[in-house]
């Protein structure tokens, strides 16, 4: 029986395994409808045309709000660049700077260097736990107002507006056929986003240059090549994603909405509608009872109001920015038809659940959760304030030589040669001396120079001194070495300020 299967044909194996779901659908009664439901199923196409969404524009608190962050938000982002900051001489006076060519960074009265890459690791960590404690009490607060692609959204939203009239009349516009009218609209709006779009790009790199310079170079056509290519790069960005893309961007392109369910418990405070208060819902004229059904006259204006186009009402949803704008929607409507507010409002699972159990509501912002992601946040700023304020302006770096590994001079003394370099991170010029610990007879040298012991080394503002040394151990000390090797170490003072530094090494000889 075996072999007839594996000798059967092919054809006759696909007649077999159709006899098999025939009498598989028989005994389980699937019948021709069902069938039907499947393979429409899995006929269905992987991706859907975009339905556009035409927000209306709502007024309320929530509203005011996001225009107030919109306008802050743009304000800090245009103006930040043209900030002034004196730093002293030798430094640059912009106040918030990266500065690329001389691997810098500063931020007003703080100055990062290459080395110091850390604090944006811990300034990386406190944003993150910034934004899961948020998100943890309140939701996507950072989705729905201060996120980069919404801000720009808004602002390339109230321009379209401007030209094409509120939400019915950009849904009629969009319908009806070419003319002179609707091509001066539609051209008109765009040139206004590309020109909002040409001052982001060009934002952008104002922070990696002295900006009243390169906006000279700029316009003179002087500029280094790679900034109008930076420009035309954030300009094309920014204008497919605030003003094309908008919502699919939320969507389908950030990673946050699938991440912050692990952020929401039953006490978040999340943009909800109140199913046992608006339910069932439906028309209602003036005058007439409310016994017998919700608060939902089913009007539909949270829909229109909604920039990412979805139904509040049909709970949480992954599209869902938090922006509250429902919320003041709803509540104009509550207000029409003399109802309580807040049908639509910041609520929680847990509430929810209380209401319908008869049981008082209550709202937990310290859970543990909260309590952890506040803890963490203090203590990552602790230590990196406490880095920042223990910084050093000095830093020392010893290579010892490695090929030889040490020199056998004519009078059988041994040396070793080091490659000091001492970066002076300050802003003024400042001689150090340099001298050696725990190796009382070891002799230190410079290369080219004839004297011996504690040398003086001078080194230019914010720069990188690198000097030859020697450390010579003569004869009677070799006794010293421990298996040919003897720890000592360096030691570099700023004889300006008086602050030093010391860095760790080994003298190298001959093993007994």
């Avoid at 640059?92 to 080395?115: K, T």
């Avoid at 590309?194 to 001052?199: E, F, G």
Wanted: charged share 20%; glycine share 8%; proline share 5%.
């Amino acid at each position: 029986m075996a072999s007839d299967v594996l000798n059967a044909s092919p054809a006759d194996k696909l007649a077999g395994l159709a006899r098999q779901a025939a009498d598989f659908d028989a005994a389980h009664g699937t019948d021709g409808e069902t069938i039907t439901a499947v393979n429409a199923e899995q006929n269905r196409p992987l991706f859907a045309s975009r339905v556009k969404v035409y927000p209306k524009l709502v007024h309320g608190t929530f509203r005011r709000l996001k225009w107030a962050v919109m306008a802050i938000t743009l304000a800090i982002y245009y103006i930040t660049p043209w900030l002034r900051w004196d730093r002293g001489p030798n430094a640059p006076d912009q106040a918030v700077l990266l500065d690329l060519p001389a691997r810098r960074f500063y931020f007003f009265f703080i100055e990062i260097w290459p080395q110091e890459i850390y604090y944006l690791t811990g300034l990386l960590i406190l944003a993150s736990l910034l934004l899961f404690l948020v998100t943890s009490l309140a939701g996507r607060v950072w989705c729905g107002y201060t996120c980069p692609q919404t801000v720009w959204t808004d602002l390339f939203i109230y321009v379209e507006r401007l030209f094409e009239g509120e939400r019915a009349a950009r849904i009629r516009l969009d319908k009806s056929p070419w003319s002179l009218g609707k091509l001066a609209r539609k051209t008109g709006k765009h040139i206004v986003w590309l020109l909002i779009a040409i001052a982001t790009g060009g934002a952008w790199v104002f922070y990696f240059a002295d900006a009243p310079t390169l906006a000279s170079d700029l316009v003179t056509l002087e500029a280094p090549l790679i900034a109008y290519i930076f420009i035309g790069l954030f300009t094309g960005t920014t204008y497919l994603l605030g003003g094309i893309a908008r919502e699919q961007v939320c969507t389908y392109m950030c990673p946050w909405p699938r991440i912050q369910g692990a952020m929401f418990d039953d006490d978040s405070l999340l943009v909800s509608y109140k199913p046992d208060r608006g339910e069932p819902r439906g028309p209602h004229k003036k005058g007439t009872s409310w016994d017998g059904r919700g608060d939902c006259i089913d009007c539909g204006q949270c829909v229109a109001a909604c920039p990412m186009g979805i139904d509040i009402r049909d709970g949480m949803q992954l599209e869902c920015i938090q922006c509250a704008l429902c919320i003041d929607a709803c509540n104009e409507i509550m207000d029409k038809v003399e109802r309580p507010r807040n049908l639509i409002g910041y609520d929680t699972p847990a509430n929810k659940e209380a209401r319908r159990l008869g049981m008082k509501e209550k709202v937990r912002l310290i859970r543990p959760r909260t309590v952890i992601y506040s803890g963490l946040l203090l203590l990552v700023t602790a230590i990196m304030v406490n880095t920042f304020a223990t910084r050093a302006q000095l830093e020392v770096n010893v290579l010892r030589d490695r090929n030889p590994l040490f020199v056998q001079l004519s009078d059988g003394s041994i040396r070793n040669g080091y490659q000091v370099k001492i970066l002076n991170m300050d802003h003024e010029a400042a001689d150090f001396r340099v001298a050696i610990e725990g190796l009382p007879e070891g002799v230190l040298t410079v290369q080219g120079r004839d004297t011996q012991g504690p040398q003086i080394v001078a080194a230019e503002a914010d720069s990188l001194k690198s000097i030859k040394m020697y450390v010579i151990l003569p004869v009677d000390a070799l006794g010293r070495l421990d298996d040919g090797e003897a720890e000592f170490a360096f030691t570099v003072e700023n004889l300006r300020t008086g602050e030093a530094v010391e860095n760790a090494t080994v003298f190298r000889g001959p093993q007994k």
